[in-house]
């Protein structure tokens, strides 16, 4: 049989998981957030990234693996606006 295998790896380096995090959001959503938030989202990327990156220590310095994928990512950028927009 001939068949062919995708795969979509997260690619390797903090810098370049930090660039395929902040491509999720689109330029006018980040434009439109507030100084604070757009603070609060790199670190919530940049915290994305490390967890990505960290899988492929496996369990050195970490006593389980804990998943964090581009779902839970969005799911926290939906809580940050509304948190923030809450505080007025």
């Known amino acids: 049989e ?4 995708l795969t979509n790896q997260p690619p390797s ?3 370049a998981n930090l660039k395929r995090s902040f491509s999720q959001f689109s330029p006018a959503d ?3 957030m507030g100084s604070k938030s757009r603070s609060i ?3 919530l990327c940049y915290f994305h990234s490390i967890m990505i990156e960290r899988k492929t220590y496996g369990s050195f310095g970490f006593n389980m693996q804990y998943p964090f994928s581009k779902g839970d990512l969005s799911a926290c950028s939906i809580v940050l606006k ?3 927009e809450d505080r007025g």
């Not at 001939?2 to 295998?5: A, F, H, L, T």
């Open 2 to 5: 001939r068949s062919i295998k």
């Open 13 to 15: 380096g903090l810098k």
């Open 30 to 32: 980040v434009n439109v």
């Open 41 to 43: 989202l790199f670190g």
């Open 82 to 84: 509304n948190y923030m």
